[in-house]
């Protein structure tokens, strides 16, 4: 079905989940989407041809999160998106909040520096690209959190209570324009949080927490502002089509209930992944540890032992 216009004069039936998961190829997203795929594809199977492995976990995960990206706008509910706030909300919330840590956590920065061959003496390729990029100031600035918590607030606030969303509306392009921005801003608020892929801003997993944790209180007021709301606040939504058979205040006070929502549940997920990296980079700082000691006839611990010894003999 096409968009057309606004989108506001779409015909649709009373939404159902079985109608919204209906397959209607978006063609920007249905080819990014299979593009992805197959580059994350490539790359696994370059490293297994020349005997290198890579986890399977991060194979899925990352199919996971390009998946979860075409459940949302390769599907009727980015028709039903165009004229319910409370599906444009579940499509919001997948795009930016849940695809961005599955494609991290799919470590595909990593993968491509592996995968790509490195050029020869004096020449730039691929690889040398996008390690020039990762190094670059532009990364500095836009993975530190001192630009990514401001975008990442600034994403629902400065969108939807000012006249931009309305515009972004109006047309195919915004809107795909803006999910394609919901998506980037995801990528680059949870990347140096996730801590997988190689970066130029790679804190602690203390602060790292508190990056994480930093933005979230943001959207769930912004949740709550919706599902307190007397009337509508956004025009692009006032007027949903008869033939819905929905309240506009009703459906936006369920978009912010699904705000709020998505302001918990990534927030378990992520945290749950930050302690598991920790836990591991814990384990394996020990197991260096111990090769070390191994390597050295624990020299460490045995000079450790002689200072306490010539302690003990000048206190006697």
Request: charged share 15%; with cysteine; hydrophobic share 50%.
């Amino acid at each position: 079905m096409d968009h057309g216009g606004h989108g506001m004069n779409m015909d649709l039936p009373p939404f159902t989940l079985g109608r919204g998961l209906e397959f209607t190829a978006d063609p920007f997203f249905l080819i990014g989407c299979a593009v992805a795929l197959a580059l994350y594809g490539y790359g696994v199977v370059r490293l297994r041809r020349r005997g290198d492995g890579w986890p399977v976990n991060r194979i899925v995960l990352f199919v996971v999160g390009v998946l979860s990206i075409a459940l949302v706008m390769c599907t009727r509910l980015n028709d039903y998106g165009m004229v319910m706030f409370s599906v444009h909300m579940v499509q919001h919330m997948v795009i930016s909040m849940v695809s961005p840590i599955l494609l991290l956590l799919g470590a595909p920065v990593t993968l491509a520096l592996r995968a790509l061959p490195v050029a020869g003496r004096g020449r730039t390729g691929p690889r040398e690209l996008l390690l020039k990029l990762l190094h670059s100031r532009y990364m500095k600035v836009v993975t530190h959190p001192v630009f990514t918590i401001p975008l990442f607030i600034a994403s629902l606030y400065g969108l939807y209570f000012t006249p931009l969303f309305d515009f972004l509306m109006e047309s195919k392009t915004g809107h795909i324009a803006m999910m394609v921005h919901f998506l980037a801003v995801g990528l680059v608020f949870f990347w140096p949080i996730m801590g997988v892929d190689p970066g130029p801003h790679r804190p602690g997993y203390v602060m790292r927490m508190l990056e994480l944790f930093a933005g979230m209180p943001f959207h769930a007021f912004f949740g709550i502002a919706l599902m307190m709301a007397s009337q509508p606040m956004v025009k692009a939504y006032e007027n949903p089509p008869a033939s819905l058979g929905i309240d506009a205040l009703g459906d936006q006070s369920a978009a912010g209930g699904i705000a709020w929502a998505f302001s918990e549940i990534p927030s378990v997920l992520v945290l749950i992944a930050l302690v598991f990296q920790w836990y591991r980079s814990d384990q394996r700082t020990a197991k260096r540890s111990d090769r070390a000691a191994d390597r050295d006839g624990d020299q460490e611990l045995k000079a450790y032992n002689a200072y306490l010894a010539s302690l003990q003999a000048r206190g006697q």
